[in-house]
C-alpha cells in the first residue's frame, strides 16, 4: 500500500512510520523538522535497512503550495495527517500561527487530496476537548465538544473542514480524537498520578494503521483512550475489527481522569 504521513519525524509520526514498513508498506514522509528530528526515524533513514528503500523523507512545510504536487506525485491509497502545530504556549501567544499550520495546513492537505483522488485521510485530532468524566461517560465520538484552548480550537475546525471535503468531494477522512499519548518505554506509567486520559505509543499506532485499513465506508470521529473508557473502545474495536478493548497500561496503573 502507498502511504503518505504528514508530521513522519514527529513521535508519533515515526512510530507509524516504523510500523507501515514493518508491514511492507510504501511510505513518503512529509515534515518540516521544525519540531520532529530525522533522528526518530531511525531504522527508516538507514540505507542499510531492508525498509530503508521503500521510505523517503520530503522536506516541507504542509502549508506550501507544492503539497498539491507531492501528493499527486506518490499517488498514496492513504494519507495520515499527523503534522501540526503542538505547543500550547505557542498556540496562545501565537493564535495567528496555531491557525495557519494547524487550521491552513490541515485546509492544504484536504484539498491536495482531493486533486489526487485520495479518499482516505485518516487525521490525528486532539481527544482532549472530549476527556472530562462526564465527556468520557457519554456518547463521545458524536459529541461535538467545546474548546477549551486555541491548540483545541483549531485541530476541532480541521475535523469540521475535512467532514465539509467528505460531503461536497467525496472524502472518506477518520478522525482518531487520541488522548494524551505517552512511550512507555520512557515513561514510569505506575509513578504518574494521572490527570488525563492517556494512550500508550503502541496503541495510538494500532488505531492509526486500522482505520487507513478500514472500508471507505467507515467514516467520521473516533476517542481513542485508555481501557476506562470500554465501551467507547468496544465501539471503535467493532468498526475496526479488533477483538479486545485495552485494558491496563504498562506498569499496572489505571488512567485516573480528573474531575
Not at 523523507?57 to 494519507?79: C, F, K, M, S, W
Not at 500550547?88 to 485546509?107: C, E, F, K, M, Y
Not at 460531503?167 to 487520541?178: F, K
Amino acid at each position: 500500500m502507498r502511504t503518505l504521513v504528514t508530521g513522519a519525524a514527529g513521535f508519533i509520526g515515526s512510530a507509524l512510520v516504523d510500523r507501515l514498513l514493518a508491514e511492507g508498506h510504501h511510505v513518503v514522509g512529509v515534515d518540516d523538522l521544525s519540531s520532529g528530528t530525522t533522528a526518530n526515524l531511525g531504522r527508516a533513514m538507514l540505507r542499510r535497512d531492508p525498509n530503508a528503500g521503500r521510505f523517503s523523507l520530503v522536506q516541507r512545510d504542509i502549508r506550501t503550495p507544492e503539497l498539491i504536487g507531492i501528493v499527486a506525485g506518490v499517488n498514496p491509497e492513504v494519507v495520515f495527517h499527523l503534522a501540526a502545530q503542538t505547543d500550547p504556549a505557542v498556540s496562545s501567544s501565537d493564535p495567528q500561527l496555531d491557525a495557519r499550520i494547524n487550521v491552513l495546513g490541515t485546509i492544504n492537505l484536504c484539498e491536495a487530496s482531493r486533486r489526487a483522488c485520495v479518499r482516505r485521510v485518516v487525521y490525528a485530532a486532539s481527544g482532549r476537548p472530549r476527556c472530562s468524566t462526564t465527556r468520557l461517560e457519554s456518547d463521545v465520538e458524536n459529541y461535538w465538544a467545546a474548546p477549551r484552548s486555541i491548540y483545541e480550537a483549531a485541530k476541532l475546525a480541521g475535523e469540521l473542514y475535512l467532514g465539509a471535503y467528505a460531503e461536497m468531494y467525496g472524502l472518506a477522512p477518520i478522525c482518531l480524537a487520541l488522548a494524551d499519548v505517552y512511550d512507555p518505554r520512557e515513561d514510569d506509567c505506575g509513578q504518574v498520578e494521572f490527570t488525563r486520559d492517556r494512550i500508550c505509543i503502541d496503541d495510538a499506532v494500532e488505531a492509526l494503521v486500522r482505520a487507513g485499513r478500514a472500508p471507505v465506508s467507515v467514516t467520521g470521529t473516533y476517542y481513542i483512550g485508555s481501557g476506562e473508557t470500554q465501551g467507547i473502545t468496544t465501539d471503535v474495536g467493532g468498526e475496526f475489527g479488533w477483538t479486545s478493548v485495552v485494558g491496563l497500561r504498562p506498569g499496572g496503573e489505571e488512567v485516573r481522569r480528573a474531575s
